[in-house]
């Protein structure tokens, strides 16, 4: 019984389903889902919409397998960080010919490429260039996403109180996915 | 797998906008849209099309896909050629064989006891021989 649960939970989206979920959607969480599609393409070669095509695709192929108990939204934002983070693994098609995250985690230990740093660099760049002459913000992307750093690091680091802190993360990101901003830089 | 400090740095960041995008209210994404875009329901409606034709267009290439399987195993199933034969039909295979080859005089004497299935087994062994009708050896 256990069995057979596990297994349907993890079967893959039909085409129906997704067709109905996407219609159920309210137009914030459409809009919400180009927020985080613009957010989170930032150096990497997709846009926004493309990010968003390749995500229902790659949900349908069932490259990556996710419980049917989760919320679609949920699960379309975890398959569009997915999609992103291979885009900007698989630069070479000819490395592994696949968005199947079964595949990619069996990229062993593959060298970093000057193809890879220059991703991830052209992604710092980009969101440091996005907040030129708000020097405070770019502290706090710098050690939040790049230096992977406590709140109470940030805290200190910043001179912030936690509530300000959440207060200019919040403003951060509402940045990062607003449209046509720093366009050139991608 | 290994990841560099470059991979490991674009996960986090995706991580964060991530878990902050979905903290963001309802209120805050669609005062963030309107300052993006003059209509927000009609970029919702347009947004919510491209979706939708991404999950048809999907579709559309699973059935092609699939419909390319089939014909490639028909085409195949088509090059091999393979013939249902009834027993009788077997067994008078068998024979004309025998008759061709008279050195398989054992075969001969076997042949009058098999079943279908032994039947079946010798015909193999003897294409596997080379033996076979000149039918089977032109492909009919």
């Known amino acids: 019984m ?22 159920e959607l309210s137009d914030a969480d459409i809009l919400g889902l180009q927020q985080a599609a613009r957010a989170l393409v930032w150096g990497s ?16 192929e069932g490259a990556r397998k996710v419980p049917r108990t989760e ?33 990619l985690s069996n990229v062993q230990a593959v060298a970093a490429s000057p193809e890879d740093d220059l991703g991830s660099k052209r992604l710092r760049e980009s969101v440091l260039t996005l907040f030129e002459g708000d020097e405070f913000a770019q502290v706090i992307c710098e050690g939040w996403f790049f230096e992977q ?38 | 797998m290994t990841k560099n400090k470059g991979q490991m740095d674009a996960e986090n ?9 979905s903290a ?3 209120k805050e994404i669609m005062d963030a849209a309107a300052e993006d875009h003059a209509d927000p329901q009609a970029e919702a409606a347009r947004l919510r099309k491209l979706l939708l034709e991404a999950a048809v267009k999907h579709g559309r290439g699973r059935l092609e896909a699939a419909k390319a399987r089939i014909a490639d195993e028909d085409a195949r199933q088509g090059q091999t050629g393979a013939v249902i034969l009834s027993f009788e039909a077997k067994r008078a295979k068998f024979d004309r064989i025998i008759a061709r080859n008279p050195g398989l ?36």
Not at chain 1, 72 to 97: P, Q, W
């Open chain 1, 45 to 60: 070669r997709l846009a926004p919409d493309e990010l968003l095509s390749e995500a229902i695709g790659r949900l349908l």
């Open chain 1, 149 to 186: 750093m406590t709140e109470k690091d940030l805290c200190e680091l910043t001179g912030l109180g936690a509530t300000e802190l959440a207060s200019k993360k919040r403003a951060i990101t509402r940045k990062l996915g607003k449209s046509g901003v720093g366009e050139h830089l991608r």
């Open chain 1, 71 to 103: 919320k679609f939204l949920v699960v379309l934002r975890g398959v569009m960080r997915s999609v992103v983070s291979n885009d900007r693994k698989l630069h070479d098609n000819s490395r592994v010919d696949s968005g199947d995250d079964e595949k």
């Open chain 2, 13 to 21: 960041y995706a991580d964060k906008v991530i878990a902050e995008m």
């Open chain 1, 2 to 23: 256990g069995g057979r649960l596990t297994q349907a939970a993890r079967a893959v989206w039909t085409e129906g389903e997704v067709q109905v979920a996407i219609r």
């Open chain 2, 105 to 140: 005089t054992l075969a001969a004497r076997q042949g009058e006891r098999m079943d279908e299935a032994e039947l079946d087994g010798y015909l193999a062994d003897l294409a596997e021989l080379g033996i076979a009708e000149p039918d089977d050896q032109n492909g009919a």
């Open chain 2, 24 to 26: 963001l209210t309802d």
